[in-house]
């Protein structure tokens, strides 16, 4: 018996073999394939938003890293060219960020010396794209921001010095296209216009003027059918600001473009993920029903820092952006969009002294309507955008002593309000297909991330820092990158020890831009019980 039984079950152990292998190459074909073409190589904007795509069941090709910007070089159009060539092929959709195509990256579209011809050069590449290939083409653009200081080499040199009367000028240029100005800040003006040094605001508006210009045809070849859909999106802005006017300027250019084609978004790290979760819906024919339930307070007339649009008016167009539904109830969505926002609408960093441990009868009420949405069946993907920059420690504490935060979809809290919304919407979205595992690690990413880390070892770190008199190694932490690194960890990791949710993960923290603002978290093999 034996002697047939041996060879019997070789043969049925290698054709299942067999068959299993075929069956897994067979399902990896089908998936649906997207081309990304980022911004640059921030986790945020690159790696992280592929994780997500990939755990969702779609395959992502992603250009060689050294490609991409990073934060001590600018990309390579030229090479991003030729993969993307090499790839289209391949994809059944691209989303591409054309800021990386034409000048390197987001901050090399603010600080290049590029001629406008060879601008629009590289630009008049993609004109041919479709012609060359039937893939379905999503690009996204940015208007350069206008922000009211900057530090670090994300800005021309001259920003950190003169950046806030550079943002003043701004708003005055703004405000007098709109209505006019008064005889006082007509003087204002013209006194900033006056001692402002006129090589450095001429480079900053001439700058400005090839960006819009550029912009200007992105929106001509939306309309002749080159692109599937356009979004370009406002970068750190105000109310008044050149980047709001420019905006403004460009809606009245295409009036005749419809939303289906074309929209101008705000906020930009987040469009990847926005685009790509487009190309997935359209892929699949799936447009999405998403309804926004804000906490009390202030709510959706939130205006948030670093935004021209208060949130009632930014988050329909970025449900719109993924060709999603805005729900008028809970009771006929696919995804409740729970939004955490200010109770007085001031909303300020997540480093600041008021963000502590402390919940509040709003934050207790908020996770009380949370957990009944939960409880009857609906999935909630929390945005957290009390703050800027990081959680909100008093609500995410006591959300996670109720043992409401594993119950939640997805969650995220990081930079803008709007980088975290456009997120949001995307995980709420794709999360149902993905397996639990998955859904749940990248989840425990953006609790490291934007909790433990943004809203906690950061502040640890900067106070590090300014104790050793060393207040500028936040945008360059050169020699301190070590001690800087153990410090946040440590806190990082006291941190996840308190929470059920990450109790048991062991991971660590990188800082791929060598300064405080963001970190990559790599998740490992969790602890043993």
């Not at 990081?414 to 949001?424: L, Y």
Request: aromatic share 10%; net charge positive; with cysteine.
């Amino acid at each position: 018996m034996k002697i047939w039984n041996n060879p019997f079950r070789k043969i049925l152990l290698f054709s299942l073999l067999l068959l299993s292998f075929s069956s897994a190459q067979a399902e990896e074909n089908q998936k649906e394939t997207l081309l990304f073409l980022p911004l640059d190589n921030r986790p945020v904007c690159s790696s992280y938003v592929a994780k997500t795509m990939e755990a969702a069941g779609y395959k992502v090709l992603l250009p060689p890293d050294k490609y991409l910007a990073s934060y001590n070089r600018n990309g390579s159009p030229d090479e991003l060219w030729k993969w993307l060539v090499s790839r289209a092929p391949q994809a059944d959709a691209a989303v591409i960020s054309t800021d990386s195509l034409i000048y390197g990256g987001l901050v090399a579209s603010r600080t290049h010396h590029e001629p406008q011809a060879v601008l629009e050069q590289r630009l008049q590449r993609l004109e041919t794209l479709r012609d060359q290939f039937p893939v379905r083409l999503y690009a996204f653009s940015t208007l350069m921001r206008t922000p009211r200081a900057s530090f670090g080499a994300v800005e021309p040199p001259y920003y950190s010095k003169i950046g806030p009367a550079i943002f003043r000028y701004s708003e005055l240029c703004d405000s007098e296209d709109l209505i006019g100005l008064s005889l006082k800040d007509a003087l204002t003006k013209k006194t900033l216009s006056t001692n402002l040094p006129k090589a450095d605001l001429q480079d900053w508006l001439e700058r400005r003027q090839k960006n819009l210009n550029i912009n200007s045809k992105l929106t001509e070849m939306t309309r002749s059918n080159r692109f599937h859909f356009l979004a370009i999106g406002k970068d750190d802005n105000a109310p008044l600001s050149h980047t709001h006017m420019e905006a403004r300027k460009l809606t009245q250019e295409t009036y005749d473009l419809t939303q289906r084609t074309f929209q101008i978004i705000p906020g930009v790290d987040q469009l990847g993920l926005l685009l790509l979760t487009r190309a997935g819906n359209e892929l699949k024919r799936y447009q999405p029903r998403v309804y926004a339930y804000y906490a009390d307070g202030w709510g959706p007339r939130t205006l948030p820092q670093y935004s021209d649009m208060t949130l009632g008016q930014s988050v329909p167009q970025q449900i719109l952006a993924v060709d999603g539904r805005t729900a008028t109830s809970a009771a006929n969505a696919d995804v409740v969009l729970a939004l955490n926002t200010p109770f007085d609408g001031i909303m300020m960093d997540s480093t600041a002294p008021s963000n502590q441990f402390f919940s509040s009868p709003q934050n207790r009420a908020y996770i009380k309507q949370l957990k009944q949405l939960m409880d009857n069946g609906y999935r909630v993907s929390l945005a957290d955008v009390a703050y800027s920059n990081g959680a909100d420690n008093g609500f995410m504490n006591e959300l996670a002593k109720q043992g409401q935060l594993e119950r939640l979809t997805a969650y995220n809290g990081w930079n803008t309000a709007d980088n975290t919304v456009g997120f949001a919407i995307c995980q709420g979205i794709l999360t149902p297909q993905m397996s639990k595992p998955d859904a749940e690690k990248l989840m425990r990413i953006r609790v490291i991330d934007d909790w433990y880390y943004q809203a906690n070892a950061r502040r640890s770190a900067t106070a590090f820092l300014e104790s050793k008199n060393q207040k500028n190694a936040v945008y360059l932490l050169g020699p301190y990158q070590k001690p800087v690194h153990d410090l946040a960890l440590g806190v990082c990791r006291d941190l996840s020890g308190r929470y059920k949710f990450t109790e048991k993960s062991n991971f660590d923290i990188s800082f791929p831009w060598n300064r405080l603002f963001e970190i990559d978290v790599e998740l490992k093999k969790d602890k043993k019980k």
